[in-house]
C-alpha cells in the first residue's frame, strides 16, 4: 500500500523559506502524479501546485505560483515544495497527496487516493 510521509516544516520568519520533503513508499514511485495541499486552522484544504510523473509538468495555484515550486526526485521517491518568501496567510499544514495510478493533477483534493500526515508550516510576522 502507499504511504507518503511529509517532512520539513517549521517555524520561519515572514520572508523566510522552506523545503518540504515527500518520501513515497509501498508503490512505483514513477506511476503517481503528487500533489500539495494545504489546510490553515478554520479553512478548507487548498490545492497548492502538482507535478506529473511524464515530463514532470507542474502545476500551481495562481496565487502561489512564483514564490513556490515542486519538484520530484523519482531515484529517491520523494517530492518537494520549495517555498520562498513567505507570509504569515501561508501558516497551515501541509499535505503531499497521490491520485490513482495513472490519474492526472487535479486541483480537488476528493480526486486524490493517498495522503500523508501533513507537516506544520508556520510562518511569523
Known amino acids: 500500500e502507499v504511504q507518503l510521509v511529509e517532512s520539513g516544516g517549521g517555524l520561519v520568519q515572514a520572508g523566510g523559506s522552506l523545503r518540504l520533503s515527500c518520501v513515497f513508499s509501498?508503490?512505483?514511485?514513477?506511476?503517481?502524479?503528487i500533489a500539495w495541499f494545504r489546510q490553515a486552522p478554520g479553512k478548507e484544504r487548498e490545492w497548492v501546485s502538482c507535478?506529473?510523473?511524464?515530463?514532470?509538468?507542474?502545476y500551481y495555484s495562481d496565487t502561489l505560483k512564483g514564490r513556490f515550486a515542486i519538484s520530484r526526485d523519482n531515484a529517491k521517491s520523494t517530492a518537494y515544495l520549495q517555498m520562498n518568501s513567505l507570509k504569515p496567510e501561508d501558516t497551515a499544514v501541509y499535505f503531499c497527496?497521490?491520485?490513482?495510478?495513472?490519474?492526472?493533477?487535479?486541483?480537488?483534493?476528493?480526486?486524490?487516493?493517498?495522503w500523508g500526515q501533513g507537516t506544520q508550516v508556520t510562518v511569523s510576522s
Open positions: 497527496a497521490a491520485p490513482p495510478v495513472d490519474s492526472e493533477c487535479s486541483w480537488h483534493a476528493s480526486d486524490y487516493e493517498y
Open positions: 509501498g508503490l512505483d514511485f514513477d506511476d503517481y502524479d
Open positions: 507535478i506529473s510523473n511524464i515530463e514532470d509538468e507542474t
